[in-house]
Nanobody, 119 residues
Framework: VQVVESGGDLVQPGGSLRLSCKTT????????MGWYRQAHGAQRELVAA???????RYSDSAKGRFTISRDNAEHTVYLQMNSLKPEDTAVYFC??????????????WGQGTQVTVSS
């Protein structure tokens, strides 16, 4: 299983970015997909998550500005980020729950994509 993020960039405050995360490999299905971030010197934190049925949850800092969505056919999860602030600067990681027949659900992480919000 491979999890690959893309879309990170340098953006000015107030700008927008759309992150993508595609999962490939051999598995039965994908459960919850989530975006986490880790700022320099800080712990990794949940930004947003979406279940296989489309139920979403957001961190307080993401509510109203970020939108998570998924394309189950493409095994891809997106994070639309609007009204970006300098404090959103971090490496953003994708996490997916992989379901295989006869085996426990497993978490997989991507390598991360850098988002920098600065003027």
């Amino acid at each position: 299983v491979q999890v690959v993020e893309s879309g990170g960039d340098l953006v000015q405050p107030g700008g927008s970015l759309r992150l993508s995360c595609k999962t490939t490999g051999s598995f039965w299905s994908i459960g919850t997909m989530g975006w986490y971030r880790q700022a320099h010197g800080a712990q990794r934190e949940l930004v947003a998550a979406i279940t296989s049925g489309g139920v979403t949850r957001y961190s307080d800092s993401a509510k109203g500005r970020f939108t998570i969505s998924r394309d189950n056919a493409e095994h891809t999860v997106y994070l639309q980020m609007n009204s970006l602030k300098p404090e959103d600067t971090a490496v953003y990681f994708c996490n997916v729950q992989i379901v295989r027949v006869g085996r426990p659900t497993s978490d997989y992480w991507g390598q991360g994509t850098q988002v920098t919000v600065s003027s």
